[in-house]
């Protein structure tokens, strides 16, 4: 039974930084791909940042070089770096796992398991 279990959304200024983190259990963690989709009221969920088995990674345009993505293995979690906010960064972010590597579009992911998500606004 995989879980995600999302943490670190709160309110936070422009400008400044937040981490998001996402601790998972109940898949073979080694050989999973990870990311961090948003959705906006109002908006299409839309992927943010992934990461594949091997630690490769892929950003929307949208956030290219102010958030970072990264695991931690040994701690079975994931992370968000949020660096420099804008107001349309606020959003509920979710995790995602899957097996294969994960598409940025949402539609075209291949049996993903999903977390709760954990609201980010930007003001």
């Known amino acids: 039974h995989v879980q995600l279990v999302e943490s670190g959304g709160e309110p936070v200024q422009a400008g400044g930084s937040l981490r998001l983190s996402c601790e998972g259990s109940g898949y073979d963690k080694p050989n999973y791909c990870l990311g961090w989709y948003r959705q906006a009221p109002g908006k299409e969920r839309e992927g943010v940042a992934a990461?594949?088995?091997?630690?490769?990674?892929s950003y929307a345009d949208s956030v290219k070089g102010r958030f970072a993505i990264s695991k931690d293995s040994a701690k079975n979690t994931l992370y968000l770096q949020m660096n420099s906010p804008k107001p349309e960064d606020t959003a509920m972010y979710y995790c995602?796992?899957?097996?294969?590597?994960?598409?940025?579009?949402?539609?075209?992911?291949?049996?993903?398991?999903w977390g709760q998500g954990t609201q980010v606004t930007v003001s």
């Open positions: 990461i594949d088995s091997d630690g490769s990674t």
């Open positions: 995602v796992a899957g097996t294969r590597p994960l598409s940025l579009d949402p539609r075209m992911l291949f049996r993903p398991y």
